[in-house]
């Protein structure tokens, strides 16, 4: 069996999956995102809150937050992957990319892929088990 052929077979046997694996992703970075917005706002599950209105970790807190949970339930989930992805840039840009160019020398690494995590749900949309997916269908 051709590489092509093996390919095909296994794609065409996973294409129907696409949609749960995606919102298997979408969910876990949601959740991911939710924490690291709890954490900046109410200090949970890690004791690390920022004090009230500080910029930008306030602020971040607040967009990790909603984003999370709009993501979480795949609501919004294009303008909500946009924001975080943002997020995401401007964390990277603004608390690592001055360290060094390299983002696992600057530990930006994080930040990057989640950046390009978020980037990903723009142009694919929420995938299964997602309130746009439901409105979108019926």
């Excluded at 954490?39 to 930008?56: E, I, K, N, R, S």
């Excluded at 609501?75 to 840009?93: C, D, I, K, N, Q």
């Excluded at 990057?112 to 746009?132: I, K, Q, R, S």
Aim: glycine share 10%.
């Amino acid at each position: 069996m051709a590489l092509s052929t093996f390919d095909q077979t296994i794609g065409g046997r996973l294409k129907p999956l696409t949609p749960y694996a995606l919102a298997v992703f979408r969910i876990v970075f949601a959740a991911l995102l939710l924490c690291h917005g709890t954490t900046a706002l109410f200090g949970w599950p890690a004791p690390d809150a920022a004090q009230f209105g500080v910029w930008p970790y306030w602020y971040a807190g607040v967009i990790e937050l909603l984003c999370g949970a709009l993501l979480a339930v795949g609501a919004l989930t294009r303008p909500a992957a946009f924001l975080a992805s943002g997020t995401m840039a401007f964390a990277y840009f603004m608390g690592h990319a001055g360290l060094s160019f390299w983002p696992v020398v600057n530990q930006g690494e994080p930040a990057v892929m989640n950046c390009f995590a978020f980037l990903l749900l723009v142009f694919t949309g929420p995938g299964a088990f997602a309130v746009d997916t439901a409105r979108s269908t019926g």
